[in-house]
């Protein structure tokens, strides 16, 4: 019975999420904003949803007044549940109406990086549109994989899949697609990767606000060991006019040391990009997401964490 319950109510969170994904393509942005407010009153001033923890970060890493912060967690909740509503209209969106909204600065620069031949590893974050990235390269013929944890509801990942796939784009496992990802690279196609959520005690140590952050060490271990360049990209939204996907200069991995430095000066240099966009537009970051969970002394024996307790002790060594 038990397992019959939590089936059924897979099945109904899968149900809903596809009732808003049709609801949001359609309705007006209005209605949107007010949506997004209205829920973000019940998320965060009745429910206080991670506010405090929303606010002490926006205190600590963007030097804010606690009444600064206040507003902007609210800000933050708001434009996070309106770029939701945005995103889930992928599900049945169409092709035109998709491109009409999107307008795109730098397409050289992958267009660069995919003519070496190489395979190329495009990297973004929790930021803006993040989900429509994919979609609008599949659209216009670019071969992209991305690389996606799997829901523990399986109804809402079928979901995710069929959203993320019907335009052409393919998906693969983070934890189980090694061989698909070496596969896709080796012809030459585009890796989508997410690269700014705690990776635990096996990440790459990089500083994110001058604080201490585990990051994903898929990106730099897989361009040091392809020859695959890496694009940093972005998808600002602007629902008064198109959203911008935004594509900046390639990081060429022949430029580092093939070793635990080299990936880690790799890591911090598209970090140091996100952390100035966050600067920038901080409300069009997940600031939900417990991104410094995870620190150097936790865990020792990882090799870029020794990195980072180097550079602490070096650093309170001159300070003395």
């Not at 990051?215 to 198109?242: E, S």
């Amino acid at each position: 019975m038990k397992q019959l319950l939590k089936n059924l109510f897979h099945r109904l969170q899968a149900w809903l999420l596809d009732l808003l994904a049709r609801s949001c393509n359609s309705m007006s942005l209005s209605r949107k904003k007010y949506l997004a407010s209205l829920l973000t009153i019940l998320a965060c001033r009745i429910a206080g949803l991670r506010r405090r923890e929303v606010r002490a970060s926006l205190q600590l890493h963007l030097g804010m007044s606690q009444s600064e912060a206040e507003q902007m967690a609210e800000k933050v909740f708001r434009h996070f549940l309106l770029n939701a509503f945005e995103m889930a209209s992928l599900a049945c969106i169409s092709r035109e109406k998709l491109l009409d909204k999107i307008e795109i600065s730098g397409l050289e620069h992958l267009d660069d990086a995919l003519a070496l031949n190489r395979g190329t590893i495009i990297v973004s974050g929790h930021f803006g549109l993040w989900e429509m990235i994919p979609q609008w390269l599949a659209i216009n013929g670019y071969p992209v994989c991305t690389v996606v944890r799997r829901q523990n509801n399986h109804y809402v990942d079928t979901w995710m899949e069929n959203m993320r796939q019907r335009f052409g784009g393919k998906t693969t496992d983070s934890g189980f697609g090694i061989r698909e990802i070496l596969r896709a690279l080796r012809k030459g196609e585009i890796l989508a990767l997410m690269v700014d959520q705690d990776n635990g005690k096996q990440g790459i140590f990089v500083r994110f606000f001058k604080h201490w952050a585990s990051a994903p060490t898929g990106p730099a271990q897989l361009a040091l060991k392809t020859g695959a360049p890496i694009v940093p990209l972005f998808m600002f939204p602007n629902f008064a006019g198109k959203h911008l996907l935004k594509i900046y200069p390639a990081i060429q991995p022949e430029e580092y040391a093939n070793n635990d430095e080299g990936q880690r000066q790799i890591t911090a240099r598209y970090t140091a990009l996100l952390e100035d966009l966050v600067r920038q537009q901080p409300h069009n970051w997940f600031w939900l997401h417990r991104r410094w969970k995870t620190q150097p002394d936790d865990a020792p024996a990882n090799p870029w964490a020794q990195l980072a307790i180097k550079a602490d002790s070096s650093k309170a060594s001159v300070n003395r």
